[in-house]
């Protein structure tokens, strides 16, 4: 029988090189998405050439209603094997300046999202006794990021809610980890100074989202794991 690893926020720069990974290691997906539909659907094409199904699943992980709906029955009869839990947005400035909204769109969709989608699957993987969740947390949640006080308090607020989980579920079979990130080459990071960025790299380049897909793929796959409740850096040194 084929497992099935739901991808949330699958349909662009990390997200979607890890749903073609774990397409490729032989999972169908379960690919979410906001409001990109074009992004989705090539996504969608592109895991149905590795020989996986895809199917698409629109709906905005920081509305509990809505997660309700696009998961719930869906998890009734089946739970799937992973949850990669990968939605995140920024609003950058600086405290002083920042707004109310730029702080609750960020917490809403980066740390409200993870509980709305963890307690809609959760049920299904106990149920099964079974399962590996991963978290995408980001470097700024280990050592914060000056302009992002909101962004960093969200990716902070996933690692402690990960451990945390990871103590209630691991009796069950359930793994939980996070990845943490630094700065990938992504569309979030295309207007960063890189000429700045670099130089606090140790091996002095910017990831790649094949170097998170890698090791997210490793924490869902490998047999043998004894990995639990840790938070893993991809960030070339930047944080030690």
Not at 28 to 56: F, M, P
Not at 82 to 91: E, F, K
Not at 95 to 104: A, G, K, Q, V
Not at 139 to 144: A, I, K
Request: positive net charge; glycine residues 10%.
């Amino acid at each position: 029988m084929r497992k099935t690893a739901l991808i949330i926020g699958g349909s662009r720069g990390i997200g979607r090189v890890i749903a073609l990974q774990l397409a490729h290691s032989g999972f169908d997906i379960w690919l979410t998405y906001k409001s990109n539909h074009e992004a989705a659907q090539r996504v969608k094409s592109e895991i149905e050439k590795s020989g996986s199904t895809c199917d698409l699943i629109s709906f905005d992980v920081s509305s509990y209603e809505e997660t309700e709906v696009a998961l719930g029955k869906r998890i009734e009869n089946i739970a799937p094997h992973v949850l990669v839990y990968n939605a995140g947005i920024t609003r950058d400035n600086l405290m002083m300046w920042m707004t109310r909204d730029e702080w609750r769109s960020v917490l809403s969709t980066n740390l409200d999202g993870f509980y709305n989608v963890t307690r809609t699957v959760l049920f299904s993987m106990l149920k099964a006794k079974t399962g590996r969740i991963v978290v995408v947390s980001s470097t700024s949640g280990q050592m914060g990021q000056a302009g992002q006080v909101n962004y960093s308090a969200s990716k902070a607020g996933l690692i402690g809610a990960a451990k945390a989980l990871a103590r209630e579920v691991g009796k069950k079979n359930i793994f939980v980890n996070v990845v943490a990130p630094g700065f990938i080459e992504t569309e979030m990071t295309e207007e960063l100074p890189k000429e700045q960025i670099l130089p606090l790299i140790p091996i002095n380049r910017l990831g790649k989202a094949e170097d998170v897909a890698s090791v997210v793929n490793f924490l869902c796959t490998e047999k043998n794991l004894y990995i639990h409740g840790q938070v893993i850096g991809i960030n070339g040194g930047l944080s030690m």
